[in-house]
């Protein structure tokens, strides 16, 4: 499931960024998918998912807000952005999931990949930002270093593991 849910997220990202508003159907219909095959627990998933993509949106509308990142034409998200949140956070008890015990790999994540798909965002021309890209780096570096470590607090909460030690 790893490699189906990583390649799974690779494709609705590029999907989004390159298509638009377009490709949220195919999406959602991938979401869903992945919810009938691959979701364990079902209902405590779609909270995390739910929680995640809200806490993501909120910090992304923050950073519109200060003009870190400029939509063409938008005052709002997009909902591409929308979506793609709703997407990442299915990645978290899947092929994202072997950061669950590690603080460090969660920040170093966070930190140094993250930003990477607000690059390449950048570079596709979906986004611009009103700071130098080295400047944006950095923030979205401090921003997605912290964010990373409170969506695995918060799966720990949401998701609670059975450990079966006999």
């Not at 170093?108 to 690059?119: N, R």
Request: charged share 10%.
């Amino acid at each position: 499931m790893f490699f189906i849910n990583l390649i799974g997220f690779d494709f609705v990202w590029f999907g989004l960024i390159y298509w638009g508003n377009a490709f949220i159907p195919i999406a959602f219909l991938l979401l869903g998918l992945h919810f009938y095959f691959a979701a364990k627990d079902k209902l405590k998933e779609l909270y995390l998912i739910c929680a995640v993509a809200s806490i993501g949106i909120l910090v992304d509308s923050t950073l519109q807000s200060l003009r870190i990142f400029i939509f063409p034409e938008l005052n709002i998200l997009p909902l591409w952005l929308v979506t793609l949140w709703f997407c990442f956070a299915a990645t978290l008890c899947h092929s994202l999931n072997f950061l669950q015990h590690s603080k460090l790999l969660q920040w170093f994540t966070g930190a140094f990949l993250a930003p990477m798909s607000y690059l390449a965002g950048y570079k596709l021309d979906v986004v611009s930002f009103s700071l130098t890209v080295i400047n944006t780096f950095v923030v979205l570096s401090f921003v997605w270093g912290l964010l990373m470590i409170v969506f695995f607090i918060l799966k720990s909460y949401l998701i609670q593991e059975d450990h079966n030690y006999a």
